[in-house]
């Protein structure tokens, strides 16, 4: 694994440093601490901005029409897009573009002309719902939600939460028990439409998360065409699961922009800032916190590369991507913790942005896997067989 960047890498690295520095954070000083969108023109204008520099669908293929940048590299650029203060909500406001539906690659070319064309252009949003009021981490067993065949329909039932973005969007993937004998085996994929008869809102759920919110669903005799089944019937788990690792490996990278940001915001400041006399530098209990930060940033930085180059190069990555979403979303809620600690009063106030972090990195703690399921996952492959 070769730690050193590329010409073209370091270029596209500097390119969205700037960008963040140049274009994101002055945008930011003008609205809430937690707005978690942009004004609409200066949205337009800096996905522009972004399509001109080539970056726009980070993370779509390039045959969609995705820039030709391989995994490595986008988690590199994930680090830099989320050092800004809504940097974990969306890379800089979603003016990156992407669908953050990756199934949908698998879709029809029927279902790709009606939904993931669309939602490519901008034309369409959507959502993904797959966790339950019964549990959220084994969905395999939790998911109670029901579809049954009827002629050319399904006809679903049930309900979901914590689904971001339902009450908005124009579509969604919902996943539902087509065969109640069986576990992984019987649960099917289906696109649904929001303006379906059926198809409910029931609630908006507030959570930690800035001004984000989930929402809870409810299917009351909703009918779904069969042409809408996402890939086979009774193998709709594979398609919820198949992208999952990869995803965390970005979703990892992600977190540590923050980190990172944090960081080096507690070096500036206690290089200034005097207490009794003294800088803060001078402070062994500060230089240790800074020294904490430093180890926790290098160690998810190292884990996250290696995961990448290890999907990038086509050898199995389960067991890195895990490890790099743990490490990455734990140690960067300390490594914020802790320069909350240093800056005292200013840092939990919204005059900087890491109390927002703070919050926010909580829930990724959870997100893409709970921390328990990835050390489910990390034991299961280094120990190897079968065991609960």
């Known amino acids: 694994m070769d730690f050193e960047l590329s010409d073209e890498q370091r270029l596209l690295v500097q390119t969205a440093r700037r960008f963040v520095q140049e274009q994101i954070v002055p945008l930011e000083t003008k609205l809430d601490p937690d707005a978690d969108s942009l004004d609409p023109e200066d949205h337009a204008r800096l996905a522009a901005q972004v399509k001109a520099m080539g970056l726009y669908g980070l993370g779509i293929p390039e045959e969609y029409g995705g820039p030709a940048i391989d995994l490595v590299t986008e988690v590199l650029l994930a680090m830099e897009l989320s050092q800004h203060r809504a940097g974990l909500y969306a890379p800089c406001y979603g003016v990156f573009g992407g669908t953050g539906l990756a199934q949908l690659y698998e879709a029809t070319e029927d279902q790709k002309q009606r939904y993931l064309h669309p939602t490519l252009r901008g034309e369409k949003t959507a959502f993904f719902a797959l966790t339950e009021p019964s549990g959220g981490s084994d969905p395999a067993r939790a998911i109670r939600t029901t579809a049954v065949r009827d002629g050319d329909d399904w006809v679903i039932n049930g309900g979901k939460i914590f689904i971001s973005g339902a009450d908005e969007a124009d579509y969604g993937l919902v996943f539902a028990r087509t065969d109640p004998t069986q576990g992984r085996g019987g649960i099917t994929c289906f696109i649904v439409d929001t303006d379906a008869p059926g198809f409910y809102v029931r609630r908006v759920v507030h959570t930690l998360r800035s001004a ?32 999952v690792s990869r995803a965390r490996i970005p979703y990892a990278a992600a977190c540590l922009g923050p980190a990172i940001k944090a960081q080096q915001m507690c070096i500036d400041y206690v290089k200034v800032r005097k207490t009794f006399g003294d800088l803060l530098a001078t402070r062994q209990a500060i230089q240790w916190m800074i020294v904490d930060n430093e180890i926790d940033v290098r160690t998810a930085r190292f884990l996250v590369l290696e995961a990448a180059f290890k999907a990038q190069s086509g050898a199995p990555f389960a067991t890195e991507a895990a490890m790099a979403k743990l490490v990455a979303s734990e140690a960067a809620g300390r490594v914020v913790d802790r320069a909350i600690q240093i800056h005292g009063g200013s840092g939990v106030s919204k005059d900087l942005p890491l109390e927002r972090w703070y919050r926010e990195l909580r829930i990724r703690r959870i997100g893409e896997g709970a921390s328990e399921i990835q050390r489910l996952v990390i034991a299961r492959n280094v120990i190897g067989g079968s065991f609960h």
């Open 212 to 243: 984000h919110y989930a929402t809870e669903l409810q299917f009351e005799n909703l009918r779904v065409p069969h042409k809408n089944v996402l890939g086979e019937v009774n193998k709709g788990f594979s398609i919820a699961s198949d992208r």
